[in-house]
């Protein structure tokens, strides 16, 4: 893996004040695979990063994974604006993306049965157009 993600990495060690073996610990891996991840033997896994950021929730997944926004994060980092509907109506939910998939031409005979929406912190919200 590049260098970048394990500077973080090492960022966040040092920023909290812990050994390697204490920071291991309190994330739940085996300080043997952060040794081999610092030492550039190993890259680091999705559980590894999602159990960092799950423990740590100052660490922003987007700064970790890719280097850009702050350590530590602030609230205001946590909101995302995203106008899915395609206009600048104020529309939310299911019905805007709907509305939006019905405007698309390729798209007047399908309709959507899932829609799910991925978060930089790793959640996701899943919304079932369809009812059973």
């Known amino acids: 893996m590049n260098k970048g993600i394990v500077s973080r990495i090492e960022t966040i060690i040092s920023h909290l004040e812990l050994t390697v073996s204490a920071f291991a610990d309190e994330?739940?891996?085996?300080?043997?695979?952060?040794?081999?991840?610092?030492?550039?033997?190993?890259?680091?896994?999705?559980?590894?990063?999602?159990?960092?950021v799950d423990t740590y929730p100052q660490v922003d997944?987007?700064?970790?994974?890719?280097?850009?926004?702050?350590?530590?994060?602030?609230?205001?980092?946590?909101q995302i604006k995203i106008d899915v509907?395609?206009?600048?109506?104020?529309?939310?939910?299911i019905p805007a993306i709907k509305q939006r998939f019905d405007k698309?031409?390729?798209?007047?005979?399908?309709?959507?049965?899932?829609?799910?929406?991925?978060?930089?912190?790793g959640t996701f919200k899943t919304f079932n157009t369809k009812k059973d």
């Open 27 to 52: 994330i739940g891996v085996q300080r043997s695979s952060l040794s081999h991840l610092l030492n550039g033997r190993n890259k680091p896994s999705l559980d590894f990063v999602m159990k960092l």
């Open 85 to 93: 509907s395609g206009s600048h109506e104020k529309k939310k939910g």
């Open 61 to 78: 997944l987007y700064w970790l994974l890719k280097g850009e926004g702050d350590f530590p994060k602030t609230p205001e980092d946590r």
């Open 104 to 121: 698309e031409k390729d798209l007047d005979t399908k309709e959507p049965y899932k829609i799910v929406l991925f978060y930089p912190d």
